[in-house]
């Protein structure tokens, strides 16, 4: 059974940072596309940054280029989002999602077969 679990969330003001992570359990983590997505109040989710565990490539939204990173930490079968430089509009809940797939690693939910239960990111202005 895949099991992801989300941490790090929390509230910050605008320009702030936060790290998210999710372990991942239940699999062998290799050859899968990881992906963070989230879903602000009234909003659909949209996907926000994804990886290939397989290779590492990385893969974003253009809203949170060269704000957000994503990587893994294979040893410990946990995935971080690194979001720097945080605005309002980034407050939602933030959700870790899998998928056993080859690269190029999705961005749309639809995509994705497993799911954390969110954590959730507050940007004060």
């Known amino acids: 059974q895949v099991q992801l679990v989300e941490s790090g969330g929390g509230s910050v003001q605008a320009g702030g940072s936060l790290r998210l992570s999710c372990a991942a359990s239940?699999?062998?983590?290799?050859?899968?596309?990881m992906g963070w997505f989230r879903q602000a109040s009234g909003k659909e989710r949209e996907g926000v940054a994804a990886?290939?565990?397989?290779?590492?490539?990385?893969y974003y939204a253009d809203s949170v280029k060269g704000r957000f990173t994503i990587s893994q930490d294979n040893a410990k079968n946990t995935l971080y989002l690194q979001m720097n430089s945080l605005k309002p509009e980034d407050t939602a809940m933030y959700y870790c999602?899998?998928?056993?797939?080859?690269?190029?690693?999705?961005?749309?939910?639809?995509?994705?077969?497993?799911w954390g239960q969110g954590t959730q990111v507050t940007v004060s202005s």
């Open positions: 239940g699999y062998t983590y290799s050859s899968y596309c």
């Open positions: 990886i290939y565990t397989g290779g590492g490539s990385t």
């Open positions: 999602a899998a998928v056993k797939t080859w690269y190029p690693c999705p961005l749309f939910e639809a995509e994705y077969h497993y």
